[in-house]
């Protein structure tokens, strides 16, 4: 499976970013896509998920501002980030999770930045 992230950038406080990352090279079922993120510093932390059923899971703080969305049909994820904070920068990873056979499996993108200014 390969994760294609695209998106992220340098955004002053208050602003917008969106990140999308689609995945090819399928070997089973995608259970779940999502995003996660890692400041300097920290650990990687869930941002949003989204199930092949529709379902979402939010992290608290990010709640209200970020919505994740999915285009089943292009196997792709979206992240759409407003009210942009400067602790919301960090290095935002794409995850999808399978179903292979009868096991799970995650695989992860590069990673793409999300710097937002004061």
């Known amino acids: 499976v390969q994760l294609q992230a695209s998106g992220g950038g340098l955004v002053q406080a208050g602003g917008s970013l969106r990140v999308s990352c689609t995945a090819s090279?399928?070997?089973?079922?995608?259970?779940?896509m999502g995003w996660y993120r890692q400041a300097p510093g920290k650990q990687r932390e869930l941002v949003a998920t989204i199930a092949s059923i529709g379902s979402t899971n939010y992290l608290d703080s990010v709640k209200g501002r970020f919505t994740i969305s999915r285009d089943n049909a292009k196997n792709t994820v979206y992240l759409q980030m407003n009210s942009l904070k400067p602790e919301d920068t960090a290095v935002y990873y794409c995850?999808?999770?399978?179903?292979?056979?009868?096991?799970?499996?995650?695989?992860w993108g590069q990673g793409t930045q999300v710097t937002v200014s004061s």
């Open positions: 090279e399928i070997r089973g079922s995608i259970i779940r």
């Open positions: 995850n999808a999770r399978l179903l292979v056979t009868t096991a799970f499996n995650d695989y």
